[in-house]
C-alpha cells in the first residue's frame, strides 16, 4: 500500500478516546495539563485534571505516558452497533 493509500483510508473512520483520571493517585502536578497538545484537559478548582474538551482528543497518549502517579488512561472507545460511522 502506497503512503497517499495509507493516508486516504484513514480518513473516513475516526477513533473517539476518553481520558479515564484515577483521582486517589492524582497528586495535582499538573504535567498532564502542560502536555496536552489538544488542549483536553485543565485543572478543576481544587486542581485536579478535568477533561473539559474531551472531543478534541487524539489519543496521542502524552498524558498517560507523562503522569508520574500512572493516574491517567486514555482510553479508545469502540463505535457501537448501528452507529454510522462520522460523516455518512
Not at 498532564?32 to 486542581?47: I, N, Q, R, S, T
Request: net charge positive.
Amino acid at each position: 500500500m502506497a503512503k497517499g493509500d495509507r493516508a486516504k483510508k484513514g480518513r473516513g473512520k475516526r477513533s473517539r478516546y476518553r481520558v479515564d483520571i484515577f483521582r486517589a493517585w492524582c497528586k495535582r502536578c499538573g504535567i498532564c495539563v502542560a502536555f496536552c497538545p489538544y488542549h483536553v484537559l485543565e485543572k478543576d478548582e481544587m486542581g485536579y485534571p478535568l477533561a473539559v474538551n474531551p472531543d478534541a482528543c487524539e489519543g496521542c497518549l502524552w498524558c498517560e505516558l507523562r503522569c508520574p502517579d500512572f493516574a491517567i488512561t486514555v482510553i479508545e472507545e469502540e463505535q457501537g452497533a448501528g452507529e454510522a460511522p462520522s460523516g455518512q
